[in-house]
């Protein structure tokens, strides 16, 4: 074994450690994703066992487990989706976090100020217009 194969098996190790470390830091976060770090033989030409590389890692997006926080306005995402958020540039972001409050607009925020949005629908039966633009959603009072 040449000193590079095993320099490339000790990278790949340590960036397996990462996520896993990543995912244990991270196990009480709501809405949080764990990772897979999945490995690659590498090769020149038809040379096998040159080592070892990341070939990617991937998020798990099994539905995980369901609390009640006792919060009215917290939510759960069960199967595929993620929540749209914008933040106060206007740059988009998504997330799978429904941890959400009102800000001082009755805006739908979440615990870092970002504004939940999605398409206003009108009518009866409750219909979303084609070409429509998503909007921050607000709770208005009665």
């Not at 949080?32 to 038809?46: I, L, N, P, V, Y």
């Not at 609390?67 to 997330?95: E, H």
């Not at 409050?101 to 217009?129: C, F, H, S, W």
Request: charged content about 15%.
């Amino acid at each position: 074994m040449s000193f590079s194969q095993a320099v490339s098996g000790l990278n790949a190790a340590a960036t397996n450690l990462d996520v896993i470390g990543n995912n244990i830091a991270n196990s009480a976060t709501y809405g949080f994703k764990s990772g897979t770090a999945s490995f690659a033989d590498m090769f020149a030409g038809s040379k096998v066992g040159l080592g070892v590389k990341v070939a990617g890692i991937t998020q798990d997006f099994t539905d995980g487990t369901t609390t009640n926080t006792g919060r009215g306005l917290d939510v759960a995402i069960s199967q595929n989706g993620f929540f749209r958020l914008v933040d106060s540039n206007g740059s988009v972001f998504y997330s799978r976090n429904g941890q959400f409050k009102l800000d001082e607009n009755r805006n739908l925020v979440n615990m870092q100020g970002m504004q939940l949005t999605g398409y206003p629908a009108t009518g009866t039966p409750p219909t979303i217009q084609q070409g429509a633009n998503p909007a921050p959603i607000t709770i208005r009072t009665r």
